[in-house]
Nanobody, 120 residues
Framework: QVQLVESGGDLVQPGGSLRLSCAAS????????MGWYRQAPGAERELVAF???????NYADSGKGRFTISRDNAKNTVYLQMNSLKPEDTAIYYC??????????????WGRGTQVTVSS
């Protein structure tokens, strides 16, 4: 019914930048919060940032000052601009969206993830 497709993950050197994108498609009535989570090897999935439908944002301490989340409601797309990347940012980054379907159901969707590797 709904798909979240992430893109933008890559191998980048420390201090570099990446921009992740996540587009939602399908039987969507509206989207509430959209966000990014990440999971490093051997670690639990953790919140990176989320943004409300009105544009309010919230960041984990690890990304404050370096990451910027934004969204394009017309395109049902959320972005994560990551600057000054560090090796500890290496993880699989997952998109999350809290979606109200055209059926009226409220569902929490996840993308399949995109790999970000920060290494020299």
């Amino acid at each position: 019914q709904v798909q979240l497709v992430e893109s933008g993950g890559d191998l980048v050197q420390p201090g570099g930048s990446l921009r992740l994108s996540c587009a939602a498609s399908g039987s969507i009535f509206s989207i509430n919060n959209m966000g990014w989570y990440r999971q490093a090897p051997g670690a639990e999935r953790e919140l990176v940032a989320f943004i409300s439908s009105g544009g309010s944002t919230n960041y984990a301490d690890s990304g404050k000052g370096r990451f910027t989340i934004s969204r394009d409601n017309a395109k049902n797309t959320v972005y994560l601009q990551m600057n000054s990347l560090k090796p500890e940012d290496t993880a699989i980054y997952y998109c999350n969206a809290k979606i109200i379907l055209r059926t009226g159901a409220f569902v929490d969707y996840w993308g399949r993830g995109t790999q970000v590797t920060v290494s020299s």
